[in-house]
């Protein structure tokens, strides 16, 4: 157990329509990253917040959108779903800006 | 981002030592080499960084070359559990990469 967890575990929905995923760091870490992974890919790397800015942004498409709150969990936005946005997001944490990264267990999105 | 190169596929024998090779031939003074690893479709899993110094700990063991153009990483006494994809990163954020597919057979 990494210490971060992500909710939901699964999430069903249709193409057009818009989905949260939540993400809440491990105890004291500032920063944290969101992260694509679809059926036999690699990691994609979509943004990083640290104590609540906007660090780093990735492969991360005008659909989707991230924030992280003072308490420090982050939710991921994605609207307008596509039916090749089915995939794995990953969120971990860090505790500062360049640090060994943990990673939550995953939040399995499918789109139909 | 500084770019790794690693095999896609290698495989090890249970009991036997598991040597994971990655190049990083352009990174830089300051960059840490990460390794983490991905059992099936779970969360990956952080394993061990170093700069310069060979690194171990509880998991495995970090071999830096004295160029720092590239580095192994050691699983001492590989088990089945072992088997996952293997990520070498060069900076501590984004590139993934593909990695290497390790499957330790019995």
């Known amino acids: 157990d990494s210490g971060v967890t992500q909710t939901p575990k699964h999430l069903i929905t249709a193409t057009g329509q818009r989905v949260t995923l939540r993400c809440s760091p491990r105890s004291g870490d500032l920063s944290v990253y969101w992260y694509q992974q679809s059926l036999d890919q690699g990691l994609q790397f979509l943004i990083q917040y640290y104590n609540g800015e906007e660090r780093a942004k990735g492969n991360i498409l005008e659909r989707f959108s991230a924030q992280q709150f003072p308490d420090l969990h982050s939710e991921l936005n994605l609207s307008s779903l596509e039916l090749g946005d089915s995939a794995l997001y990953f969120c971990?944490?860090?505790?500062?800006?360049?640090?060994?990264?943990?990673f939550g267990p995953g939040t399995r999105l499918t789109v139909t | 981002d500084a770019k790794t190169t690693q095999p896609t596929s290698m495989d090890c024998a249970e009991g036997r030592a598991a040597n994971l090779p990655c190049n990083h031939s352009t990174i830089s003074g300051n960059e840490y080499v990460y390794w983490y690893r991905q059992i099936h479709s779970q969360g990956p899993q952080y394993i061990i960084h170093g700069l310069k110094n060979n690194e171990t700990n509880e998991m495995a063991s970090l071999i830096i070359t004295e160029d720092r153009k590239s580095s192994t990483l050691i699983l001492p006494h590989a088990t089945l559990r072992d088997t996952a994809v293997y990520y070498c990163i060069v900076r501590a954020v984004r590139a993934f990469g593909q990695g290497t597919r390790l499957t330790i057979n019995p």
């Open positions: 971990a944490s860090s505790p500062r800006l360049a640090n060994e990264q943990y």
